[in-house]
């Protein structure tokens, strides 16, 4: 088996050489691996490499909806055009520019309502941050915000809300409320409400529509509207139909005032899982520019399997294009050695992967003491605690390899997706699967608990406050 470079040849003798901290060591390779290896060995014309690059390139982001990609359009038709040309420097060039502007392009909400619409409380929830938390949003039935007050996200530092006070507090017309808010900083609106929309709501929202910014309803304690209603009516109390109702009233606010009816968002800060949240952060996520879309998604509180998935799918874009970024300088990207660098480097992504999917150290042990049981407990039912502890007579590097096997076994082998990455993207994939099914697990064990004492703990992925939520999930309204 003989791979072509400048000046001889490579020859592939069935061992992968590794280097841990013992040095410098052969392994005799799985022969799953070894097959894998023969294929990368194959003589390959440096035609074909470019083609099959850009092959995977096209059929990956083909397979990506539209509104899920974290790059434009724009930017992966330009890295396409410099694939079809062999242009490898600007393959590299597109694609670090993208992941840069990914990670440090800021992303700012600006959320407005009237006092005692639960708008403090919106931005809490979204933060992972509880009500009576250092650095949470102040809440309380009057008026607590009069000016602007920005609240940064715990673990993406790019992400502002802005607590904004409601207009009718101001007594500003809306042109004068936007200019004093600087409402050209902002990305969209979210205006909050608990009951029907109020004028000046309505004003702002016409103001806001001729400066041509995106802004969303929320109507909020919807939970509390149910449950009144079923107080009041337990026999012919339909909740469906009640919600429906609520519905209605705020539409009814637009109608009423010859304005076009926007999609009306109901919600509980308090059962995020529940009512319209899931279909916000889904519309949220769509609208928003792609470049955006990353750390938003990341963000976002774990309410349900569905988004935990949105969160990998996210995360394994941007590992796949660093694995491109790495590899297309690269002559022999899969073969070599677990560098020191790259040990430390899937040591710093792993709890990364673990902290954005709130199965961190941290997060563990705030479960269980609201769980009251040992933190022992949670750990054995989730693996990413351990990815990178070893046996007594195992060094890193065997272990890192069988994993590498795993991947290979569980994906139809290394050379499944059409490109030849490093070993240790391979490995970073492997990871991020294994932290989002423990987030899974963990969401399920929140669930399973809840329902056995009537109520269930959503979990988010905040610093010390897991976005705990009290939900009645066996008698709920």
Known sequence: MRLKQKGGTVESCGMLCLKDGAGFRTFPMHPFLNTVMGQLFSDTSENDDKTGLESSFNKYFKNINTESKIISPE?????????????INGVYSVITD??????????????TGESGTGKSSFINALRGVGDEEKGAAEIGVVETTMKRTPYKHPKIKTLNLWDLPGIGTLKFPPEVYLEKMKFKEYDFFIIVSANRFTKHELDLIKAIRMMKKNYYFVRTKVDIDLRNEKKSKPRTFNREKTLEQIRSSSVNSFSDNNMDVPPVFLISNHHLHDYDFPALINTLIKDLPAQKRHNFMLSLPNISEAAIDEKHKSMHQFIWLEAIKAGV???IPLVGIFRDNDVEKLKKNLKRYRDLFGVDDESLEFMAKDFQVPVENLKKIIKSPYLLQTKKDETLAEKLLKYLEIFASANGGLLATGLYFRKIFYLQFHFLDTVTEDAKVLLRESFRRGSNKKH???YNTGPSFLLQRAIKSSKKP
Do not use: C, H, R
């Open 98 to 111: 993208a992941l840069e502007n990914i990670e440090s392009v800021p992303i700012n909400v600006a959320v």
């Open 329 to 331: 300088l690269a002559s």
């Open 456 to 458: 269930v703990y959503i």
């Open 75 to 87: 930017t992966i038709s330009l890295i396409e055009l410099q694939l079809k040309k062999g242009n």
